[in-house]
């Protein structure tokens, strides 16, 4: 059997260290902030490239006190894409904001910049112009949104940037990292995630010290000072054994990807020239391979004959977040089009990623694929 993902094969990897760091901090008398806290978000902020680390308890709540710390609020308008997590979505209602769905690029999995201008243009010549404030960013796969033109057009409509990264840990564009592009940028610490905790855990990173300030007072019930809330905010820690264990990975990280991107490579060169579609990858960006997603016209038969043959594999996602019925029709007003996210969401396979798949099964998967499609 080979899974779709394997994140015990990462605890497995690293046992004797983790169990000794876990017992390490239920030793400690700590159990809520605290060194391991403060270690890891120095440590993972340095890593990424911005000023400040900001530990949260998931990432949704990451994405929510990333936009809140920038100041989107109650009523105001958010730009983002549909085919994502919910928990893009989710983080703006959160903030009492609604999104405003921006198609993905035809060809990639990421937002259409060109679209993303002319939506925010319409949007601000309108009535409901004073109301837009921000772009969340979805890096979404492990791949990027090209930052130079995303952050001109921020720039040129007056929006913040939000760069959700919680696919993207580790990937770069022209070598620097994702989240250290916008104004904050957001991470996941799910345990499938590139770097994953034992449980949930979440970032917040800004090179902007008033927003990190605000960031560290809404993750805490808005205290500067114990039991005195500043302004309002709310209860999203991250405990200090998820900590501890979030700082063992992050030393493996960078490794652990490149052990995603020879997989990739794997896939590339067993796919090519069949009737897949492998991810495009443009030249400066560095790719993280959260997911190898390919795109193909039997989607379903080839995960049935896939799973037939021991193959796990996913659908990342399956109907796009506006598509969903607590979404549905409520947030379509301002939005263009989303032809090409309806598009991906129908023929999108996610194949088995995780570092330790080993190299005879990559092929064993490539082989199957060809087999499938009669190569
Ligand atoms: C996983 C994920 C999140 C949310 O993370 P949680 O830690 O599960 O709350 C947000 N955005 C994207 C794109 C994700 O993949």
């Not at 260290?17 to 270690?39: C, H, W």
């Not at 609604?98 to 925010?120: I, K, N, R, S, Y």
């Not at 929006?159 to 070598?175: M, R, T």
């Not at 007003?333 to 032809?339: A, D, G, I, S, V």
Request: hydrophobic letters at 45%; glycine letters at 10%; a negative charge.
């Amino acid at each position: 059997m080979i899974p779709q993902v394997d994140p015990r094969a990462s605890y497995r990897e690293d046992k004797a260290l983790l169990d000794a760091a876990v017992l390490r901090v239920l030793d400690s008398g700590m159990y809520i902030m605290g060194q391991e806290v403060e270690a890891f978000e120095a440590e993972f902020a340095a890593w990424i490239g911005a000023r400040h680390g900001i530990a949260v308890a998931n990432g949704t709540q990451a994405v929510e006190i990333a936009l809140r710390s920038v100041g989107v609020g109650a009523g105001d308008l958010v730009l983002t894409v549909s085919h994502t997590a919910v928990a893009t979505a989710a983080a703006i209602r959160a903030c009492g904001a609604e999104p405003v769905w921006v198609d993905v690029a035809d060809g990639h999995f990421t937002m259409d910049v060109g679209l993303l201008d002319e939506t925010a243009a319409t949007l601000r010549a309108g009535p409901d112009g004073a109301r837009l404030k921000a772009v969340v960013a979805v890096h979404l796969y492990g791949a990027m949104v090209e930052p130079g033109p995303l952050l001109e057009v921020c720039r040129r409509h007056e929006l913040k940037l939000v760069e959700d990264c919680a696919q993207a840990h580790g990937a770069a564009w022209d070598g620097k990292r994702a989240g250290s592009f916008g104004d904050a940028s957001a991470f996941s610490f799910y345990p499938t995630k590139n770097l994953g905790a034992l449980g949930d855990g979440g970032m917040v990173c800004t090179s902007d010290d008033a927003a990190a300030e605000l960031a560290r007072l809404i993750r805490q019930y808005g205290w500067k000072e114990r039991y005195i809330s500043a302004i309002e905010g709310i209860n999203s820690r991250l405990d200090p054994v998820q900590a501890a264990i979030l700082r063992i990975g992050l030393v493996r990280l960078e490794e652990r990807n490149q052990r995603r991107r020879a997989i990739a490579a794997l896939y590339d060169a067993g796919l090519t020239g069949g009737a897949i579609t492998t991810p495009a990858v443009p030249a400066p960006l560095t790719h993280a391979y959260h997911q190898y997603v390919v795109r193909t016209t039997d989607r379903d038969g080839l995960a049935a004959r896939l799973r037939a043959e021991g193959v796990g594999t996913g659908i990342h996602y399956p109907v796009p977040v506006h598509a969903q019925p607590a979404y549905l029709g409520r947030f379509d007003r301002h939005c263009r089009t989303l032809r090409n996210t309806e598009a991906v969401a129908a023929d999108i396979l996610s194949l088995p990623m995780y570092p330790q798949l080993t190299h005879d099964d990559a092929r064993r998967v490539t082989d199957l694929i060809r087999k499938f499609q009669g190569a």
